[in-house]
């Protein structure tokens, strides 16, 4: 599976939740990726100081996964959610040995 970055920019309205409320749009977001996107494994989520809130890391099966993730991502409240694809070093490292 690859392994793809999600930063996602909240709404100001959305981030501006009191917390526990907070804590629920985030649950609520979640579960309906893991509903619909079930084979999407979770690595790692932080909360950000920048200009996004949120980097999550996972791994899905291919683009189509990821998109699905990102747009999931967007009708949960965020205006803006970008999604990368992420190489282990030493595969990048590899390839470059190649060039």
């Known amino acids: 599976m690859a392994t793809y970055i999600l930063l996602t920019k909240l709404s100001s309205e959305r981030l501006g939740a009191p ?17 619909k996107c079930p084979e999407v494994k979770w690595i790692a989520h932080y909360g950000l100081l920048g200009p996004f809130d ?18 999931i991502t967007m009708s949960q409240g965020a205006v803006k959610a970008e999604s990368w694809t992420a190489l282990p070093y030493k595969r990048f490292l590899e390839i470059a040995k190649k060039l």
């Open 19 to 35: 917390l526990k409320r907070r804590e629920a749009i985030g649950r609520k977001w979640f579960e309906a990726v893991k509903r």
């Open 54 to 71: 949120f980097m999550d890391i996972y791994e899905a099966p291919n683009e189509e996964v990821a998109a699905k993730v990102s747009m």
